[in-house]
T-cell receptor, first 116, second 109 residues
Framework: ETGVTQTPRHLVMGMTNKKSLKCEQH?????MYWYKQSAKKPLELMFV???????ENNSVPSRFSPECPNSSHLFLHLHTLQPEDSALYLC???????????????FGPGTRLTVL | GIQVEQSPPDLILQEGANSTLRCNFS?????LQWFHQNPWGQLINLFY???GTKQNGRLSATTVATERYSLLYISSSQTTDSGVYFC???????????FGKGTRLHILP
């Protein structure tokens, strides 16, 4: 157990559905991250929240919408996804905020998303 | 473009063997981290090592930022070491985090 939980662990959705992924960290950390891991591609950083403010967004399509209501919770809202969005979505947290740059990160188990 | 390259891409070893995994980066970095992803997809932080050498049990890592590489050493391999090892580097120029494609390690009993 890394102290970072994600739900659901598996999700199958149609292209017209709206769903949300949830991440919760129990470590008292100040920054949270969403990553996408596609088959045969390197991990991609999608969003970074530091002290609940979005500080990094690596040109992610608008059909992915993050939300960070407090320092312990992070959501990824999904809307009208495409089949190529099928991937493992990983959440991570770090003690230091992003202003210190990349810090030691702890990952959740991921949500395996399949878009039909 | 900026590259983070890991080698070898695949490695099969007998239990008990030692191995060295390499991460090269094409630009200056100010942070580097090694991860292990087990066969069930769980990504585990191994080392946060922007420079120098760290050791944790059978694993150790060394980053030589001036020469743009990092090494992960695994000694006396066990079957539970199987999985994919990733390095991730944060670039000095724009703070982007880039992951390598990983080294897939398979330890045979």
């Amino acid at each position: 157990e890394t102290g970072v939980t994600q739900t659901p662990r598996h999700l199958v959705m149609g292209m017209t559905n709206k769903k949300s992924l949830k991440c919760e960290q129990h470590l008292g950390h100040n920054a949270m991250y969403w990553y996408k891991q596609s088959a045969k591609k390197p991990l991609e950083l999608m969003f970074v929240y530091s002290l609940e403010e979005r500080v990094e967004n690596n040109s992610v399509p608008s059909r992915f919408s993050p939300e960070c209501p407090n320092s312990s919770h992070l959501f990824l809202h999904l809307h009208t996804l495409q089949p190529e969005d099928s991937a493992l979505y990983l959440c991570a947290s770090s003690q230091a905020g992003w202003e210190g740059g990349m810090n030691e990160q702890f990952f959740g188990p991921g949500t395996r998303l399949t878009v039909l | 473009g900026i590259q983070v390259e890991q080698s070898p891409p695949d490695l099969i070893l007998q239990e008990g063997a030692n191995s060295t995994l390499r991460c090269n980066f094409s630009d200056s970095v100010n942070n580097l981290q090694w991860f292990h992803q087990n066969p069930w997809g769980q990504l585990i932080n191994l080392f946060y090592i922007p420079s120098g050498t760290k050791q944790n049990g059978r694993l150790s890592a060394t980053t030589v930022a001036t020469e743009r590489y990092s090494l992960l050493y695994i000694s006396s391999s066990q079957t539970t070491d199987s999985g994919v090892y990733f390095c991730a580097a944060q670039l000095v120029r724009d703070d982007k985090i880039i992951f390598g494609k990983g080294t897939r390690l398979h330890i045979l009993p």
